[in-house]
């Protein structure tokens, strides 16, 4: 408590006297924890927090979505997923409505549980829905290794896996985006390392600090972000050495490296961004649903006022839609930042919607 009332005063002096500063956490961890330590109601006026593009699910489009209910109302088809994809909308139903309709949608916890239920049920073919950041990709991975090495042939990834620098450099060109600093994800440097991160710096003259998720390593990575506006330089550092690395995992990368390319990817709300995605190498196409057997999905324009998009570049802050806390709750979420956990609009509603500032 002592460090964190430190930490609060070092703030308010280095942020006395400044214009309007926003601060962007790119990570849904990040959300959650920020909202859940209160550190939002302890800052001084001046200084704004701002969710971007953190939650995985969030960020998956309908297409995927779509998909992926496609595929599971396939004939011996068995879909294994994490629990907060179930209720995600796509352009029309959602994996529970087909689940409830009588596709065979199972939630697993851990990428591995999907082998063995590949294993189980030999007749049938297993879609892993591999969604997910740079911190979720290695297990992804190292699962298509595990089939390979064990004989599974009927256990195949739909992927959705995207990449957290490239999207940055979007915001950073985004004029609608306004940002003093990004608040960068701990689990995802703890992989790509602190250095993957310099860009913002060197190319973009912006200050980032990579930080932990207690509230104590939040506030110090704030300090640091504040600090180097205060010195006039922009810099990157790193505030979880605890964890992080220059270089980050060097087995998580290399066995990301053994199965992935990257690949361009569509991101809800910031549309297609180059070399943000992983896709399968071809040694690996066996376990790639798409290119194994691949799906047409029909298109449909959906009419949603839901305003996720704008929500997901900090563009808008949640309480802005319209929907917020009236048609969209969590129990009846309209978009998918309010059905994760790590959604910015289901944190703001679980947390205190209007009470906080932006
Ligand atoms: S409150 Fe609901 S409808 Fe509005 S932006 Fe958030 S998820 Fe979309």
């Avoid at 180097?228 to 690395?245: C, E, H, I």
């Avoid at 060097?250 to 066995?255: E, S, T």
């Avoid at 992935?260 to 992983?278: M, N, Q």
Wanted: charged share 25%; glycine share 8%; net charge positive.
């Amino acid at each position: 408590m002592a460090d964190t009332l430190k930490l609060v005063k070092k703030i308010s002096r280095l942020a006395d006297g400044k214009k309007s500063l926003r601060f962007m956490e790119v990570c849904g961890t990040h959300t959650v924890a920020i909202f859940r330590s209160g550190i939002r109601q302890i800052l001084p006026d001046n200084v704004e927090l701002v969710s971007g593009p953190g939650c995985p699910v969030c960020v998956t489009n309908d297409d995927y979505i779509d998909k992926a209910i496609a595929y599971s109302r396939r004939k011996n088809f068995i879909v294994a997923t994490f629990g907060d994809m179930l209720k995600v909308p796509g352009s029309r139903s959602s994996l529970a409505a087909a689940s409830a309709e009588g596709a065979d949608v199972r939630i697993v916890y851990s990428p591995l549980d999907a082998v063995k239920i590949a294993e189980e049920n030999s007749r049938k073919q297993i879609i892993f829905l591999a969604v997910g950041f740079e911190t979720t990709a290695p297990t992804a991975a190292a699962t298509v290794l595990a089939a390979q090495a064990r004989g599974v042939k009927n256990l195949f990834m739909l992927s959705a896996q995207k990449l957290v620098p490239p999207t940055l450099r979007v915001l950073l060109d985004d004029a609608a985006v306004k940002v003093d600093g990004f608040l960068l994800p701990g689990h995802v440097a703890v992989v790509i390392g602190a250095k993957a991160f310099n860009f913002l710096a060197d190319e973009f003259k912006i200050s980032g600090a990579i930080g932990g998720f207690e509230a104590d390593e939040i506030l110090s990575a704030l300090v640091s972000l504040l600090e180097q506006l205060d010195s006039g330089r922009a810099q990157v550092t790193n505030n979880y050495r605890a964890v992080v690395t220059d270089e980050g995992n060097v087995a998580a990368k290399k066995i990301l490296s053994q199965v992935y390319e990257v690949t361009d990817a569509d991101w809800r709300g910031l549309g297609k961004i180059p070399a943000s995605g992983l896709r399968m190498r071809d040694e690996f196409a066996a376990f790639d649903i798409e290119r194994v057997e691949p799906i047409e999905i029909e298109r449909v324009e959906k009419k949603s006022a839901c305003r996720c998009g704008e929500v997901l570049r900090g563009v808008i802050k949640p309480t802005d839609c319209p929907l917020f806390g009236k048609a969209c709750k969590p129990l009846h979420a309209i978009g998918p930042c309010m059905v994760s956990v790590e959604g910015v609009c289901a944190a703001w509603f679980k947390y205190g919607g209007n009470n906080f500032k932006w």
